[in-house]
């Protein structure tokens, strides 16, 4: 399989492959000072320049088994990830000495980063738990960077994904099967924070449509949010498929009522393409990876 790390610029259309490799790399993250961008290949963590080159390996000690669930401190200077052992990680962007952030809840507990708050302070994340009847359950949650108590901020039997803040932390966006007719038919929504834990009745919908959408990305300025879109009747986020990298706008952090979806880009692609926000700090640009062979 080939891997393509590629720029999109929103304002003129175009796309440039700045990296590609025969090995599986994914997820690209772009740095507040947008001089670098980090993917994970391999279990590890890798940086290089938005111009393109060879990535560099960060250094992350003994953890070994990094997925596509990482984000960028707002200040650049720590990198936060999410592990093969379930739990979340911080490490210094340059890399270094690993720091666990996230509490035991059993063997069974899974943490997916994906996102930080505006001021650094707050990592949210998907909680991944067993659930009723032998189900497990994926619910959205929070902790402290520095570590500390967890907050759980929906409890719902559905699956949701990608939740993520909006720049000015009024909100947080997600995927979610919360209005699904059929199995995996995931819908975009909004939580406005703060919020006692929901039972989905607050959550606002934002699309509409039988495509199955995912990983809701706001740009740095506030003003678009970008979206994985599947073919209709795809379950779960699975790679290999024909997708569609869509648009909505954004108005005062929210999605404006009767706001039609725009189509910036499709490829073969998915799982690994846009796991985590990949704007550039002009919000004109953002990286995404595409699996063309």
């Given at each position: 399989m080939t891997s393509e790390l590629i720029i999109h610029r929103l304002s003129t259309g175009e796309s440039t492959v700045i990296h590609a490799s025969e090995e599986i790399f994914e997820a690209p993250n772009w740095s507040p000072d947008g001089?670098?961008?980090?993917?994970?290949?391999?279990?590890?963590?890798?940086?290089?320049?938005?111009?393109?080159?060879?990535?560099?390996?960060?250094?992350?000690?003994?953890?070994?088994?990094?997925?596509?669930?990482?984000?960028?401190?707002?200040?650049?200077?720590?990198?936060?990830?999410?592990?093969?052992?379930?739990?979340?990680?911080?490490?210094?962007?340059?890399?270094?000495?690993?720091?666990?952030?996230?509490?035991?809840?059993?063997?069974?507990?899974?943490?997916?980063?994906?996102?930080?708050?505006p001021d650094g302070t707050t990592l949210a994340y998907i909680g991944v738990a067993p659930g009723p009847g032998g189900a497990r359950t994926s619910n959205v949650l929070t902790i402290p960077a520095a570590g500390g108590a967890d907050t759980q901020l929906t409890d719902l039997s559905v699956q949701n994904d990608g939740c993520e803040y909006t720049p000015d932390g009024r909100r947080m966006m997600i995927n979610s099967e919360l209005a699904a007719e059929s199995p995996g038919h995931a819908q975009l929504f909004e939580i406005t924070l703060p919020v006692r834990m929901s039972d989905g009745s607050d959550l606002r919908q934002l699309t509409f449509d039988e495509r199955v959408n995912w990983f809701p990305h706001p740009s740095p300025d506030g003003a678009v949010l970008l979206y994985l879109s599947y073919p209709p009747g795809t379950q779960g986020h699975p790679a290999d498929k024909d997708v569609i990298l869509r648009t909505l706008p954004l108005v005062d952090g929210s999605v404006p009522e009767a706001a039609q979806p725009v189509d910036v880009v499709a490829f073969r692609g998915g799982q690994g393409t846009i796991n985590v926000n990949s704007w550039a700090p002009d919000s004109d640009q953002f990286a995404y990876v595409s699996y063309p062979d």
């Amino acid at each position: 399989m080939t891997s393509e790390l590629i720029i999109h610029r929103l304002s003129t259309g175009e796309s440039t492959v700045i990296h590609a490799s025969e090995e599986i790399f994914e997820a690209p993250n772009w740095s507040p000072d947008g001089s670098w961008l980090l993917i994970n290949s391999g279990g590890r963590l890798y940086r290089l320049p938005p111009a393109g080159g060879e990535p560099r390996l960060i250094d992350t000690g003994e953890q070994d088994k990094i997925n596509n669930d990482h984000c960028i401190s707002p200040d650049g200077r720590t990198i936060y990830f999410s592990n093969g052992d379930g739990h979340l990680y911080a490490v210094p962007a340059e890399g270094g000495d690993t720091r666990r952030i996230t509490n035991d809840h059993g063997s069974d507990f899974q943490h997916y980063l994906h996102g930080v708050s505006p001021d650094g302070t707050t990592l949210a994340y998907i909680g991944v738990a067993p659930g009723p009847g032998g189900a497990r359950t994926s619910n959205v949650l929070t902790i402290p960077a520095a570590g500390g108590a967890d907050t759980q901020l929906t409890d719902l039997s559905v699956q949701n994904d990608g939740c993520e803040y909006t720049p000015d932390g009024r909100r947080m966006m997600i995927n979610s099967e919360l209005a699904a007719e059929s199995p995996g038919h995931a819908q975009l929504f909004e939580i406005t924070l703060p919020v006692r834990m929901s039972d989905g009745s607050d959550l606002r919908q934002l699309t509409f449509d039988e495509r199955v959408n995912w990983f809701p990305h706001p740009s740095p300025d506030g003003a678009v949010l970008l979206y994985l879109s599947y073919p209709p009747g795809t379950q779960g986020h699975p790679a290999d498929k024909d997708v569609i990298l869509r648009t909505l706008p954004l108005v005062d952090g929210s999605v404006p009522e009767a706001a039609q979806p725009v189509d910036v880009v499709a490829f073969r692609g998915g799982q690994g393409t846009i796991n985590v926000n990949s704007w550039a700090p002009d919000s004109d640009q953002f990286a995404y990876v595409s699996y063309p062979d």
